[in-house]
């Protein structure tokens, strides 16, 4: 009785211990997948990180700057090729022997100059009786330009671009739509050349809030676990610098923008000096609509003044 009694008892201990073991075995076996498939997003995110904060320089154009397809989007945009001191390309410009301001738009990440020389357009609505001179500049890497684009690499072709102004007597306006609000911004730091006013467009307060806005909505809540201060090589922070300029400051956003949120240009318009101008449009999702645009007069009236030179 006793010798039945204990195989019972040791059948029931064995089976004890196994279960335990394989639930043992099963958790450190879905905690090691887990943090393998975990090293794998970190690596996947850092090493494609200049995909997916540039995606436009994937399309480095395979065409020549002379073909007719080009030539005719310029000629209908109303742009020349523009050249630094040295006769290399960097962007699209239309001057004016009249101008009475110069003005440099910056597109946002998965634009060109060429798609951007058409952005003229929204000044010529809003101030039919003046003259400037317009210019793109191209992103290394971006369009037609060579290069690899990077927080270093777009800083230095801007301080380029600047110093290559014929006219540095004008008024000068930045603009700069979602990532080229960033690179509006960062232009600033180390310039001899500072702006008369800058048109943020849609801006983010830096990389690392807009890469996090972009992680939660495709990871969700596990997106917190990614370390993006850690792991982002270019943070193109904007509400570090916004504070030290002291020219004019018109931001523009979209209530409903789910790439860079409001609240990304709410923030930055608090850490903005006057003066300023914030304005609001309602139904668009990361771009304005600038016809449409309610209060846009006094909004232009605002950033050039009429009585300025």
């Not at 006769?87 to 738009?105: T, V």
């Not at 001899?192 to 890469?211: C, E, H, R, V, W």
């Not at 318009?269 to 300023?276: D, I, L, M, N, V």
């Not at 914030?278 to 209060?295: K, S, V």
């Amino acid at each position: 009785m006793n010798n039945k009694r204990d195989e019972v008892t040791n059948e029931g201990g064995l089976a004890g211990i196994d279960k335990r073991s394989y639930l043992r075995s099963t958790v450190i076996v879905v905690f090691g997948s887990a943090l393998v498939l975990y090293v794998i997003l970190i690596l996947l995110f850092s090493t494609q990180q200049e995909r997916l904060m540039y995606p436009g320089s994937a399309g480095l154009m395979t065409v020549s700057l002379k073909d007719g397809k080009v030539q005719d989007l310029m000629a209908q945009a109303g742009v020349k090729v523009w050249q630094d001191a040295e006769g290399r390309y960097q962007g699209f410009k239309k001057e004016s022997p009249d101008a009475q301001a110069n003005w440099i738009y910056f597109y946002g990440n998965g634009d060109s100059a060429l798609g951007g020389s058409f952005w003229n357009s929204v000044l010529e609505e809003a101030y039919p009786t003046r003259k400037w001179n317009f210019y793109v500049m191209e992103y290394p890497g971006y369009g037609f330009r060579q290069g690899r684009p990077s927080q270093g690499s777009i800083k230095a072709a801007t301080q380029q671009a600047l110093a290559s102004l014929p006219n540095h007597e004008l008024p000068l306006y930045l603009v700069g739509q979602s990532l080229g609000s960033g690179v509006v911004v960062q232009s600033l730091v180390g310039s001899k050349i500072q702006p008369t006013g800058l048109l943020l467009i849609n801006p983010f307060t830096s990389m690392t809030d807009a890469a996090n806005v972009f992680l939660r909505h495709a990871l969700g809540w596990f997106s917190g676990a990614i370390p993006l201060s850690i792991i982002l090589n270019d943070t193109w922070n904007s509400e570090v610098i916004i504070p030290t300029f002291k020219g004019r400051t018109g931001l523009a956003a979209s209530q409903r923008d789910t790439v860079t949120p409001v609240w990304m240009a709410q923030q930055l318009a608090e850490k903005t000096p006057e003066p300023k101008r914030l304005i609001i449009q309602d139904a668009y999702n990361h771009g304005i609509a600038w016809e449409e645009l309610e209060g846009r007069i006094e909004f232009w009236n605002f950033l050039w003044p009429e009585n300025s030179p």
